[in-house]
């Protein structure tokens, strides 16, 4: 059998391999247009030709240079000639079109449409590379202590209801309770029945003419209720970005009530933001009844139409977090409707209430946090103050035909606002109101440096490393230095093709993978050398130093991806970025070291007898002695 000769499908599944690796790293050389994307508020509207005809004279009048206008239902994208463009057209249209629109950076692809039904597309670059949106959010705690305090001051009234113990009032003083009684009787039996069935209180009675008992919530009870509202919140936002599709996001706590969110490298910055700001929860409550008293209910507006109004039941039924799926979807007249799906109390809470409630109507309150905006002068700078407040709006007020159990359906919505919906109670419902302490744009400008930066970092090395192959390994050094090449070209497709998020480090872990995967081939070519100068023939040393190399290229790697796993595991962010770009480089390097340098070493010297190797640093002596053993095999 000849040495060093592969078989005919071998060499056709690396050609194989290396053609599809091109083709899914081609898209790379296609870097995105800056774009300014605008997108309304409210869900379902569209921007009318007016508005577009104001933001194309608004960018013209501030010499903002703008081209390929595309317009997709309600949003409007407008690429640009520069990325330093970015952030002025941002902030001069932002200010023009108000709060009813949202104004956000973007990047507008430039792969050729070819491509991307081939499935391939650019690898996604993290916050550091390609820019994106940095928020800082905080828990309005005061809001959300007000509203528990609320739920604890009606589950004493129905408490003490049940007990038949008769109150005058029940009222809400800070993190504390004032239940006032007629005789001092009635105070002390609610003294001991409260200490009793409240333990998250500390009852305390007071001798006055109104018998007050005060029930005071503990400093850890305070303390526990304000940490779960952070957690909960931090979980539904982690839940929204999820559902968005947002790349490596960061998404964590900060402080006792504060939360960060970085969102790098999405197409759709308007959307991720407009879902996030809405600090979104549903309440559902029956229509109040024609001769209710004015104190048991309240008129809300309909959140479509602010001319029609309804009045409702002030206690509330369930809300939002207890919907467990949302699905849209289209009712039998092919109307828009959202699923609704309810957890086990949820369920129970419903039943029990619409059993009673046939042929009435329940409404479905929509509870958001909006953004206003307004421009102050601070020393001599014009700034803009972001205000948030709560509004709420009836989204659907519909007769209820039979008893409702864990599952239900909401009728009456707009397509866009039914899909919107249906994400916002997926996510899950926020514990506590959250506004905006902190919003932050990183430009692409920098993420342009870094990538700068990094692509030098990389040929630098590269250059080094293919000199050095070629002036000690003459042609086997470049046939290495091709195998480089290809690694860089198959890393890149990979990353692509799985969706792996390049970050700054990970740019560093490209670098130690261009110096790994040559560390392979110097393993190899200097057991080959090793082999010459102990007397074998080119075939024989060619294949004992792919061989005998192969066993520690293959242990040292190995020990490597096991270290990158474990940081891929246990890091975040950064980090992770690093690990992935690891991983995946010490897979293509071996590939290419070892597989794709010892095929065109056997296109050229396999398969037929040689008496020379153009390889450095072999002894004169032994390579004498190498041609006489061949001339006597001949």
Request: hydrophobic share 45%; proline share 4%.
């Amino acid at each position: 059998m000849m040495l060093n000769k592969y078989p005919l499908w071998k060499n056709l599944l690396i050609i194989m391999v290396l053609a599809l690796a091109v083709i899914y790293s081609v898209p790379n050389l296609y870097p995105p247009d800056p774009a300014i994307q605008i997108t309304p508020n409210k869900s379902g509207a569209v921007l009318s030709e007016r508005s577009l005809e104001q933001i194309r004279t608004n960018l013209t009048e501030n010499n903002i240079d703008f081209f390929g206008e595309e317009v997709n239902g309600g949003t409007v994208l407008f690429r640009l000639t520069d990325d330093e463009q970015q952030l002025p057209a941002k902030d001069k249209l932002q200010r023009m079109l108000g709060d009813e629109f949202v104004v956000a950076l973007n990047r507008a692809p430039t792969t050729p449409q070819w491509l991307l039904d081939m499935g391939a597309g650019p690898m996604t670059l993290g916050l550091d590379l390609s820019g994106g949106v940095h928020f800082l959010m905080e828990v309005d705690m005061e809001s959300y202590m007000k509203g528990q305090m609320k739920n604890y001051q009606a589950e004493v009234k129905r408490l003490l209801r049940e007990e038949n113990i008769k109150y005058r009032r029940v009222t809400i003083e800070d993190n504390s309770l004032l239940i006032s009684f007629k005789t001092e009787e009635l105070q002390d039996q609610a003294d001991t029945f409260l200490g009793r069935e409240m333990s998250d209180f500390r009852a305390t009675t007071v001798s006055n003419a109104s018998n007050d008992v005060i029930l005071a919530l503990t400093e850890q009870k305070v303390k526990d209720l304000q940490s779960y509202a952070v957690k909960q919140n931090l979980t539904t936002i982690r839940n929204r970005v999820n559902e968005l599709g947002v790349a490596e996001p960061l998404v964590q706590r900060q402080g006792p009530n504060r939360i960060v969110v970085q969102l790098p490298g999405v197409q759709d910055t308007a959307t991720a933001k407009k879902v996030l700001g809405k600090a979104a929860n549903l309440s559902f409550r029956l229509e109040a009844e024609p001769d209710a008293g004015r104190f048991s209910n309240e008129e809300f507006n309909f959140r479509n139409d602010e001319f029609r109004s309804a009045r409702v039941e002030k206690k509330e039924i369930i809300s939002g977090d207890r919907v467990t799926n949302a699905q849209p979807s289209f009712d039998e007249n092919g109307q828009p409707q959202v699923n609704i799906s309810l957890d086990s109390t949820g369920a129970n809470i419903m039943a029990k209430v619409t059993r009673k409630a046939i042929k009435r109507r329940m409404a479905v309150l929509f509870i958001e946090q909006k953004p206003t905006t307004r421009y102050v002068m601070e020393e001599g700078k014009e700034v803009a103050v972001t205000k948030y407040t709560e509004t709420r709006g009836i989204i659907s007020l519909a007769t209820i035909q039979s008893q409702l159990g864990s599952s239900f359906r909401i009728t009456g919505l707009e397509p866009a606002e039914a899909s919107e919906l249906a994400l916002l109670l997926r996510a899950g419902a926020l514990a506590a109101p959250m506004y905006f302490v902190e919003e932050r744009t990183v430009g692409p400008s920098l993420g342009k440096d870094n990538i700068e930066q990094g692509v030098m970092s990389v040929l630098v090395g590269l250059a080094l490393v293919l000199a050095f192959m070629v002036i000690f390994y003459r042609l086997l050094g470049f046939y290495a230095n091709i195998a480089l090449f290809f690694n860089l070209v198959i890393l890149i497709a990979l990353m692509s093709l799985i969706g792996a998020t390049l970050t700054l480090p990970g740019i560093a872990g490209i670098v130690l993978t261009v110096g790994m995967a040559v560390d392979a081939n110097v393993l190899i070519f200097s057991r080959i050398r090793e082999e010459l100068n102990d007397g074998r023939s080119p075939q024989h040393a060619i294949n004992e130093g792919y061989n005998r190399a192969f066993v520690t290229i293959f242990d040292a790697n190995i020990t490597t991806l096991i270290v990158a796993v474990i940081l891929f595991a246990v890091g975040t962010g950064p980090v992770k970025g690093f690990a992935v770009t690891l991983s995946l480089g010490i897979i293509t390097s071996m590939f290419t070291a070892i597989v794709l340098t010892r095929s065109l070493v056997n296109v050229t010297y396999g398969g037929r007898r040689i008496s020379t190797l153009s390889i450095g640093g072999v002894n004169k002596d032994a390579m004498k002695q190498n041609d006489v053993t061949v001339e006597e095999a001949k």
